[in-house]
């Protein structure tokens, strides 16, 4: 039966040129990227910042729910170009399930590490709808990486966390789709840190997009980790992480070079947030702005205000700030503000009575 005729918007096709592919990459998509950079309308005017606009780049609307899509369309089509017949990830949650989708896509096995009791729920009933075999360790994130790290060394399962270069190759393109949209690259981006892939790919995405004459300039580079887990503001590995924002929740991020040389390069900073700033700011996009992501990508939002008000910014400037993740990942999390209930008998006048 013929295909119709599809628009190919998924990242590999959309910017082939510039990644490792060629004719004999098979492309495992699912249409994931072109995600909206939205304006944000109440943000700059709760801060009092005039003349510079904030642009959210909302991620959350990748198939899977969360950035990790853009890498894993890659790494998993790499992989299946290898001959690999399975991939393994330790993840805190939105790795496992972009994994575990794009592997069943292709009919790999999918095996996913998860830190105990530490993962969105939104994330785990991804990993186990998309098929994927999910094992809990008793134990955090980097202790999980390490396993993965030495049960893939033969080569014959292949990993897919951001140590796979193909990862941080893929998740490049959000620079680029910023720079397509905004005719030029913003003067700051803000972005979560966790492993640090993420700024390791946009900062790679930038540059190469300049060197490419498609943006004249390069933005500073702005990292927010969660107080509890900023091993690069500290300078050091963090034993215990902690944060609420799970996705951040790392103590010894992989990509800790790309990321210090992502904030030197571009004359950035990497700084920390603390679980209040960055409650505080999720709840603020999701109840003023309408954009609902989850808590790890309301970091970056928490770094731009702590700067804010600092008077960091120049006028007549941009600034974009990526949400990693989609809101809906962390169900427990966004119901845990004590909502009031309204129960009412089922008439005209109970309804009345409760919004007046
Ligand atoms: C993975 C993830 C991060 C952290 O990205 P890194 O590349 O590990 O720094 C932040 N937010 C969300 C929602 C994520 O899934």
Redesign the pocket.
């Known amino acids: 039966m013929p295909h119709y005729a599809v628009k190919k918007i998924g990242i590999i096709e959309r910017y082939q040129e510039y990644l490792p592919v060629t004719d004999r990459t098979p492309i495992i998509s699912l249409n994931e990227g072109n995600t909206p950079l939205i304006l944000a309308e109440a943000l700059p005017v709760e801060l009092g910042l005039k003349n510079i606009r904030i642009y959210y780049k909302f991620?959350?609307l990748n198939p899977t729910g969360?950035?990790?899509d853009r890498g894993m369309t890659l790494a998993i089509s790499k992989a299946v170009e290898a001959g690999s017949k399975a991939v393994m990830c330790a993840?805190?949650?939105?790795?496992s399930a972009s994994a575990a989708a794009y592997a069943c896509r292709c009919g790999l096995k999918c095996f996913v590490l998860i830190p105990e009791g530490k993962i969105a729920k939104g994330?785990l009933l991804q990993a186990y709808r998309y098929g994927a075999k999910v094992i809990m360790v008793e134990g955090n994130f980097d202790e999980a990486l390490e396993i993965v790290k030495e049960m893939t060394q033969d080569g014959k399962i292949t990993l897919v966390n951001?140590i796979n270069p193909f990862r941080i190759e893929g998740?490049k393109t959000g620079a680029f789709e910023i720079v397509d949209d905004l005719g030029d690259a913003p003067e700051y981006h803000a972005?979560?840190?966790?492993?640090?892939?993420?700024?390791?790919?946009y900062w790679k995405g930038y540059k190469e997009y300049k060197k490419a004459g498609k943006s004249e300039k390069l933005p500073k580079m702005l990292?927010f980790q969660a107080a509890g887990s900023a091993p690069i503001v500290l300078g050091k590995r963090v034993e215990k992480p902690e944060t609420l924002?799970t996705?951040?929740r790392?103590g010894n991020?992989?990509?800790w070079q790309g990321?210090t040389a992502a904030r030197d390069e571009s004359g950035g900073l990497i700084d920390s947030v603390t679980d209040e700033e960055i409650t505080r700011a999720y709840r603020f996009i999701a109840e003023r702005e309408g954009v609902f992501?989850?808590?790890?990508?309301a970091?970056g939002v928490a770094g731009v205000i702590k700067l804010a008000q600092k008077n960091f910014f120049k006028e007549g400037t941009r600034i974009v700030i990526?949400?990693?993740?989609?809101g809906l990942?962390d169900p427990d999390f966004a119901l845990s503000f004590e909502d009031p209930i309204f129960k009412v008998k089922s008439t005209v006048k109970a309804v009345k009575e409760v919004i007046e």
Do not use: D, H, Y
């Open positions: 991620e959350g969360s950035f990790k993840s805190t949650g939105n790795t994330k951001s998740q972005i979560p840190v966790g492993n640090a892939g993420n700024i390791t790919a990292g924002a996705a951040i790392i991020p992989a990509s990321a992501a989850e808590p790890a990508s970091a990526t949400l990693t993740g989609s990942k």
